[in-house]
């Protein structure tokens, strides 16, 4: 069975500092790997989504992510956070699993600007 | 287009108690499903559905019931809620397979269930 692993619980950077938050996931064939954002009080909303060729993906917001098939890493990244960017991010990886997608989560990264 | 609409937003429960979430989503998707989110856990996969008149169980399924008797409302059911029920509760639609998009869901605002 698959599984995502995001190690950082929380995480805070100050306003203009770059971003990387980590993700690894488990997972025997090709994986989708996406990369939801959930501001407060908010349902998750998709920032990007790898599927299959260039590693490097762009989403929305500023937000990229790159994908290690050999690290087993899908990791997002910002080059300078805004303070509006503060919410929990989700990790998350799909496979067909019980005749259907499945989406399989990570525990989340909550993450803190600091003015 | 309202896109995944949840109903209530919040709600306090006392154990025993009974209720159903109500879930609809406008975007004609076949696969709907039914997540709860717990700190630290991330979203678990309580149900889902594939279609209308069509159920599975997923990771979380204990002391919960679902049913899909229109294709774009999908209803989640506590019999009788015990606080480990405490929660928020997310419901997400899908295309149904066929295309890569389809692994894709989206998500409505959530329910916010307390039990006392």
């Known amino acids: 069975a698959q599984s995502v692993t995001q190690p950082d619980i929380h995480i805070t950077v100050s306003e203009g500092a770059s971003l990387e938050l980590r993700c690894n996931y488990s997972?025997?064939?090709?994986?989708?790997l996406f990369w939801y954002v959930q501001s407060p009080g908010q349902g998750l909303q998709l920032l990007l989504k790898y599927f299959s060729g260039d590693t490097l993906v762009q989403g929305i917001k500023g937000f990229e992510a790159e994908f290690k098939r050999s690290q087993s890493s899908f990791n997002l990244r910002k080059p300078s956070v805004h303070w509006s960017d503060a919410a929990e991010y989700f990790c998350a990886v799909g496979a067909w699993e019980n005749a259907g997608n499945m989406l399989t989560f990570g525990g989340g990264t909550r993450l803190m600007v600091k003015p | 287009n309202a896109g995944v609409t949840q109903t209530p937003k919040f709600r306090v429960l006392k154990t025993g108690q009974s209720m159903t979430l109500l879930c609809a989503q406008d975007?004609?998707?076949?696969?709907m499903y039914w997540y709860r989110q717990d700190p630290g856990m991330g979203l678990r996969l309580i149900h889902y559905?594939?279609?209308?008149?069509?159920?599975a169980k997923g990771e979380v399924p204990d002391g919960y019931n679902v049913s899909r008797l229109k294709k774009q409302n999908f209803l989640l059911g506590l019999e009788s809620a015990a606080p480990s029920q405490t929660s928020v509760y997310f419901c997400?639609?899908?295309?149904?397979?066929?295309?890569?998009?389809?692994?894709?869901?989206?998500f409505g605002p959530g329910t916010r269930l307390t039990v006392t």
């Open positions: 997972y025997g064939a090709t994986p989708y």
């Open positions: 559905s594939v279609g209308e008149g069509t159920t």
């Open positions: 997400a639609s899908s295309y149904s397979p066929g295309r890569i998009s389809s692994y894709e869901q989206y």
């Open positions: 975007m004609n998707h076949e696969y």
